[in-house]
């Protein structure tokens, strides 16, 4: 058995958990706040479906590495770099659908502001994009 196959596993798993739960929270505060709109006879804002999908990058991000990782030699770097990439880009996952939501409570209550929340958000996508960019190289040079 490759116990490094753990790591390859874990790479993409643990990413696309963070996704899913990041997802889910920023989905529920859309919801929630189209409803404030509807109640209050507003406008609906489409635009929080951006807030609501941000966190499912870090999926991708997760395959990217998976595949990258899955080819590697070294049963110990495939274990490391995938676990601890894998929970780098989950946490990240995980904020940023916390963010997304508070994101979206504050435009669905003002309708303003859209610019400086989805800043927020790219900024916390940034940690998974390092995490998958900085991984890649460090399984190069494996």
Same mark, same amino acid.
């Given at each position: 058995?490759?116990?490094?196959?753990?790591?390859?596993?874990?790479?993409?798993? #643990?990413?696309?958990? !963070?996704?899913? =739960?990041g997802? $889910?929270v920023?989905?529920?505060? /859309?919801? %929630? *706040?189209?409803?404030?709109c509807?109640?209050?006879n507003?406008?609906?804002p489409?635009?929080?479906?951006?807030?609501a999908?941000?966190?499912?990058?870090q999926?991708?991000?997760?395959?990217?590495?998976?595949?990258?990782?899955?080819? #590697?030699?070294?049963? !110990?770097?495939? =274990?490391?770099? $995938?676990?601890?990439s894998?929970? /780098?880009? %989950? *946490?990240?996952?995980?904020?940023?659908g916390?963010?997304?939501?508070?994101a979206?409570?504050a435009?669905?209550?003002t309708?303003?502001?859209?610019?400086?929340?989805?800043?927020v958000?790219?900024?916390?996508?940034?940690?998974?994009?390092?995490?998958?960019?900085f991984?890649?190289?460090?399984? $190069?040079?494996?």
């Amino acid at each position: 058995m490759d116990i490094g196959m753990i790591g390859v596993a874990a790479c993409l798993g #643990l990413a696309a958990l !963070g996704s899913a =739960l990041g997802a $889910g929270v920023a989905g529920m505060a /859309a919801i %929630g *706040a189209w409803k404030k709109c509807f109640l209050q006879n507003k406008p609906v804002p489409f635009v929080l479906v951006a807030f609501a999908g941000a966190p499912l990058t870090q999926t991708i991000y997760g395959f990217i590495l998976m595949n990258t990782i899955n080819s #590697l030699t070294n049963v !110990g770097g495939k =274990l490391s770099i $995938g676990l601890f990439s894998g929970l /780098a880009m %989950g *946490a990240s996952a995980l904020y940023q659908g916390k963010c997304s939501a508070a994101a979206s409570d504050a435009y669905g209550e003002t309708g303003q502001g859209f610019g400086n929340y989805i800043l927020v958000v790219g900024l916390i996508e940034t940690v998974a994009l390092f995490v998958m960019v900085f991984s890649l190289g460090l399984a $190069g040079s494996i």
